[in-house]
């Protein structure tokens, strides 16, 4: 039944705003996500702590929980293709790189906004997304 509702969560908010990352970017795309999950943080609650189970390998469900992870983060990193193609991105950024950074930053807003009680995931994401543009744009002009 978790699986079922994380599954369910998860994939179809992935599926309902991946047009948000088709007309805007990856970084849209994670920042509508991050909107998502501050409307419903119990079920930010939740995914954290099966990620959290899933990460060991004897867990029963982590092959499915990893996959699922992997998934997330494969979009990400063609989102960051498809905007450096677009110019939304600097030419020269490493998707996959980038991928990282935004996902770590992701996730580590969400798990901020569960423990601390003054977070704003939004603006610290928009801050930190600033401050990330500006190192991709300069690696990429010495490439």
């Keep these: 039944l978790v699986v079922a509702v994380v599954d369910r969560w998860n994939n179809g908010s992935r599926r309902a705003l991946w047009v948000v990352a088709e007309r805007s970017g990856a970084v849209a795309y994670l920042r509508a996500r991050l909107e998502v999950g501050r409307d419903d943080p119990a079920l930010v609650r939740l995914r954290v702590a099966l990620l959290s189970a899933a990460s060991s390998p004897d867990h ?46 992701y996730e580590g807003l969400q798990l901020q906004s569960l423990l601390r009680d003054d977070a704003d995931p939004l603006a610290g994401f928009d801050r930190a997304v600033a401050r990330m543009r500006v190192g991709w744009a300069s690696a990429a002009a010495t490439v």
């Design 60 to 105: 029963p469900a982590a092959g499915w929980f990893r996959g699922q992870y992997t998934r997330s983060f494969e979009d990400v990193t063609l989102a960051l293709v498809r905007d450096v193609v677009a110019g939304r991105e600097p030419r020269g950024t490493s998707p996959r790189h980038a991928a990282e950074q935004l996902v770590a930053l």
